[in-house]
């Protein structure tokens, strides 16, 4: 079923105008890629998600809240300000906090204790809102308290992040080689040799420089 959006205009704009891609391959890696890159010691190039709108905004983009939720979301969090900006740090917290514990996972290390709790936190309060329900002759996961919760955008997050870290997936793990890029994706090429987020944006600027660097040579 297809839903009318009737929510605030401005969030109608936001969605159609942020700049995200979703090349990760779940949506906890598109989560941490929200963010225009990161250089060598790790620090944010351009964050994507500057308010509790870019927030719900991608959240539509990714799938994980329908465009009648989130509409109902952006009324309830501008009237409940204090409540978005808090729910806009803890985003920001966890995403930073999932971008060490995968570049762990990556180089075989362990996580930082801070980093892991930071994600125990948002899933246990993920996992207290999960509802198994009928649907369809099966049982699903649902979100029954959605609608009334602005920290509601952020719960699949973590869900997704669980699933990843404790999956055969993570083997599969990889970080674009880019300058100044830093993105996550799950490597599901036959080869397990990708390279890059996107060829067309970090896969060509490398061979524009492998080009230059052949010409001055
Ligand atoms: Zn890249």
Request: net charge positive; aromatic share 6%; with cysteine.
């Amino acid at each position: 079923m297809v839903t009318e959006y009737h929510g605030p205009g401005n969030l109608s704009k936001i969605i159609d105008r942020l700049p995200v891609k979703f090349i990760g391959g779940r949506l906890c890696l598109d989560f941490v890629n929200t963010v225009g890159g990161r250089d060598q010691a790790g620090t944010i190039i351009r964050d994507k998600i500057g308010s509790y709108e870019d927030l719900l905004a991608w959240s539509v983009l990714a799938g994980s809240v329908d465009r009648r939720c989130a509409g109902v979301l952006a009324s309830l969090a501008a009237r409940e300000a204090h409540e978005a900006a808090s729910v806009l740090s803890r985003a920001v917290r966890l995403r930073e906090a999932l971008y060490r514990m995968f570049q762990c996972a990556i180089e075989g290390q362990r996580p930082a204790n801070a980093d892991a709790n930071v994600l125990r936190h948002e899933l246990s309060i993920a996992r207290a809102q999960q509802r198994l329900s009928a649907q369809d002759g099966r049982f699903v996961w649902t979100f029954p308290e959605r609608l009334t919760a602005p920290d509601s955008i952020l719960w699949p997050v973590p869900l997704s992040a669980a699933e990843l870290l404790t999956s055969s997936e993570l083997a599969r793990l990889g970080q674009c080689g880019g300058a100044d890029c830093g993105w996550l994706f799950l490597d599901t090429s036959r080869n397990h040799r990708r390279q890059w987020c996107d060829m067309q944006d970090c896969g060509n600027r490398e061979k524009v420089r492998r080009f230059r660097r052949k010409l001055r040579a």
